[in-house]
């Protein structure tokens, strides 16, 4: 039944996204709360690639287009950041050319396989991005994309509290044991990206609570951040929790000071009504020695993570300039290597940017990581900013987001897109849709009459309001 209403769902969004393809994207982010769900169909009648969230992004995408110049969108992403975009874009598709041509250690993968999950499943995810970067200029499109954004999270959190039982929190092993398992099998994403994924959108839910004007409607964001938060300790993500805290006092650093007063207090509260999460935290500090003593277990603190990376940073050390191409961690045989005579099993680096300087080198590095940097000093200028509550909301979802992602992959994650960072590239489109018409000095131009699409004078620029 639930296969069929999804059906139903896809069918009727995709109808009305010729009415109005805006909604109908929101309701295409809405479905990657359930997109990894064991149930969604990966296939229609067999077909690789054909499946309900593909078939909603191409009428999506098809409707863009055809109302696009009723609509009178032009792209106007300021030349820099398209630059920037374009270097980014430019260097996963050599890595992955480079990968296509040697793919040495590869024979278990064919050929279209690479294709569709390398080119196909990477660009698609950036493709609701750029699709609101350019169609996102009015307010109610923002509140639109915002709260479809964080519902996602809020869902996700939902179904992890819903399958691991409040009793998992008593004992780090068994939190650790339950979370692997019922996460992956009954929600669909890693436990370890969920983690990541959690803990940056508990601080971006709160940072959207400026958009309400209501006590009420505040106290539910706030409830729902809890939530967020709470389902995020479920995931028994050691990474995830140093990245909620990182996130944390970073934004509360920058605006919240007083929430710092609180910090002790949270700290206490974690350790007597959540045992299993601080022993997760302190998991290989302080190991017993055969003397007596006691010492640090480096295995068991970086979760294996210190046997994988000597290995790929000599391996960077070989080709430093250019890299290896996508998957090098497979083709030069490092996974290979650590499995075989290790008993390690890593398909990947568990460091983003080990992973991006392997297989792209340090040009490859030097000319993406720029997009990353300046699109957070963007956030955060947008997070400090008085003028409108807006820009405070959409600077605090992206950094929180952002931050998120750049601080969790340090253990784990990837810069290349996929579905856990769909939300944090929507966040990212809008923060360079302000600053493309603020760079432009002028307000947010309204794409049909005010009352239909609820573009307001409050949000134009400063000088022009």
Known sequence: MRVYALYIIVALLSMYAYRDWFKSLCGLILLMAVIEHPDMPKTILGIQGLNPWNVLLAN???????????????????????????????????????????????????????????????????????????GCRTKKRLYWVVGATLAVYLLLALQVVRWVPPSSVVS?????????????????????????????ASWAVLAASFLARKKKIKLLIIAAALVIAYGQALTAGRMGYVTWGMV??????????????????????????????????????????????????????????????PYVIDKIAEAPVFGY???????????????????????HPHNAYLQWLLDNGLVGFLLVMPFFAVTAYQAGRLFLDKTHPAYVAV??????????????????????????????????????????????????????????LGAVPSLAHPSRA
């Open 60 to 134: 999506v995408v098809l409707a863009w287009f055809l109302s696009r110049r009723r609509e009178g969108l032009t792209w106007d992403m300021p030349r820099y950041l398209n630059v920037m975009l374009m270097l980014y874009l430019l260097v996963m598709l050599v890595s992955t050319g480079r990968m296509l041509c040697d793919r040495t250690n590869m024979d278990d993968y064919t050929f279209a396989s690479l294709i569709s999950e390398n080119v196909v499943n990477t660009i698609k995810w950036l493709i609701p991005a750029l699709l609101i970067f350019d």
């Open 325 to 347: 191409g996508k998957l090098a961690m497979k083709r030069t045989g490092i996974s290979d290597h650590l499995f075989y005579e290790l008993g390690e099993s890593f398909p």
């Open 395 to 452: 600077g605090g979802v992206a950094l929180s987001l952002l931050l998120a992602q750049l601080i969790a992959s340090l253990g784990s994650q990837t810069f290349y897109p996929r579905e856990g960072a769909v939300g944090m590239w929507i966040a990212m489109a809008l923060v360079l849709r302000v600053v493309a018409w603020r760079e432009q000095s002028a307000p947010i131009r309204t794409l049909a009459p005010a009352r239909r």
């Open 172 to 200: 780090g092993a068994e939190l650790t044991a339950r979370s692997r398992k019922i996460i992956m099998n009954e929600v669909g994403y890693h436990a370890v990206n969920m983690s990541m994924m959690l803990a940056g």
């Open 248 to 309: 944390g006092l970073i934004l509360c650093t920058m605006r919240w000071r007083k929430l710092l007063l609180l910090m002790p207090v949270f700290v206490v509260l974690v350790v007597v009504a959540l045992p299993g999460v601080s022993e997760r935290m302190v998991e290989g500090f302080g190991e017993s020695t055969v003397g007596g003593g006691s010492t640090n277990d480096d295995y068991q603190v970086t979760s294996g993570r210190t046997i994988a990376w």
